[in-house]
């Protein structure tokens, strides 16, 4: 079958062996295959990414010098049933799945791993268990997108964002554009996204953004004025001091209303969720300096070499700091059914399509954020960039 494999940093389409389903997996025919940011850290940065999981206890990431076959972003339809699988689906049923499969060496990431080639290919295996049926007809091109909007929904999720909050976005590629879709669904009415690029601005619009802002030309933070939020310590102070001399104005004991108060839920602090979408050095210091107080900051942006920012800030401020990775099989399964149900509308992400043979050119236009935001890659397809 045809695949485009990275090995020093150098995409090339080459042919490779039909991929065999083990004990309870499957073969799917790729569909499509979407090209993630992950992918292209991992052209130049995989070994940085390697040495960091290794040390977490996973020592099977993609390396340079290994001949790898990206891509966890897929959908497909079933051609091979591997011995020991239920059968239940048939061959031809269009289906996603959460890229991890087992290898005779362990458990491997599907398309950061040498020991599980992904999806830029013809075909792809997977495993049944993580398997998931596209429903009610959804297209390819809208069900690839399941897993980068599953890492939106994840952080969303994680953010315990309510309602009543407002959401910040700072960065509004891929990620920013999916964590901006599922604030979205969720009922959140106040959705400020910053971006430099004016093309991701207007995807960032058509995505559900309530406000963009170019941080060349203004703070974020300004659009949420009117929340009554505050970046100085000194005017917190202020207000506490306003405070306390209104309860002890009252009948009751001040402590005795203040408790109250607090029980209630009245006393929280008012604070945007901040989320962090840019993965470079030196964004989560600028959010913690910039940002309100209180402000909790949720980093989805991966930063491939190493950062620092001052924890004596982020004391001072009571900034919430919060990491996140992935999805659940829940969050997966869920994504793929507000896909299919309309609840998410992501097409404004998808602003290319090529085949095997564009992928390097894929990768090279991806570089650009005023070109392009998502690129997604059909096997069947001569599309080049």
């Not at 268990?129 to 009610?136: G, R, S």
């Not at 109250?260 to 839920?265: I, M, V």
């Not at 209180?294 to 009571?318: H, L």
Request: aromatic share 4%; charged share 20%.
């Amino acid at each position: 079958m045809k695949a485009v494999v990275c090995q020093d940093a150098k995409l090339d389409v080459i042919d490779l062996p039909e991929p065999e389903p083990g004990q309870g997996q499957l073969v799917l025919e790729v569909t499509r295959c979407g090209i993630c940011g992950s992918d292209l850290h991992a052209r130049h940065h995989a070994d940085a990414q390697a040495d960091v999981l290794a040390e977490a206890g996973y020592d099977g990431f993609a390396r340079s010098h290994e001949a790898v076959v990206f891509g966890h972003e897929f959908c497909g339809n079933i051609v091979d049933h591997g011995p020991g699988t239920s059968k239940k689906i048939k061959t031809g049923t269009p289906v996603v799945a959460l890229p991890l499969v087992r290898r005779p060496n362990g458990m491997h990431a599907i398309g950061l791993s040498a020991s599980a080639p992904g999806a830029y290919a013809e075909r792809v295996l997977i495993e049944e268990a993580f398997m998931i049926p596209v429903p009610n007809g959804l297209a390819p091109e809208i069900a690839v997108l399941t897993e980068p909007m599953a890492i939106g929904h994840h952080a969303v999720n994680r953010s315990e964002i309510t309602r009543k909050d407002a959401a910040v976005v700072i960065g509004c590629g891929p990620v920013g554009l999916a964590i901006i879709c599922l604030l979205k669904t969720k009922g959140i009415e106040t959705i400020v996204a910053s971006d430099f690029s004016p093309a991701r601005r207007a995807l960032a619009t058509a995505c559900g953004a309530t406000v963009v802002v170019d941080p060349a030309a203004a703070s974020p933070y300004e659009a949420l004025a009117a929340r009554g939020y505050t970046t100085s310590i000194a005017d917190h102070a202020a207000g506490g001091l306003k405070a306390m001399k209104g309860l002890r104005s009252l009948p009751l004991p001040w402590h005795l209303t203040l408790g109250a108060l607090k029980a209630l839920g009245a006393t929280a602090p008012k604070r945007p969720i901040v989320f962090e979408c840019v993965g470079v050095p030196g964004i989560i210091d600028r959010i913690i300096s910039d940002a309100p107080l209180n402000s909790r900051v949720v980093v989805a942006g991966v930063c491939m070499t190493p950062d620092q920012f001052r924890p004596v800030m982020a004391i001072n401020k009571e900034i919430d700091l919060r990491f996140v990775m992935g999805y659940d099989p829940l969050e997966f399964r869920d994504t793929l059914r507000m896909l299919a149900d309309g609840k998410i509308d992501a097409s404004p992400l998808v602003t290319g399509t090529v085949g095997l043979d564009g992928v390097a050119g894929a990768f090279d236009a991806l570089a650009a954020p005023d070109k392009h935001a998502k690129i997604v890659i059909d096997p069947r397809s001569a599309a080049v960039l």
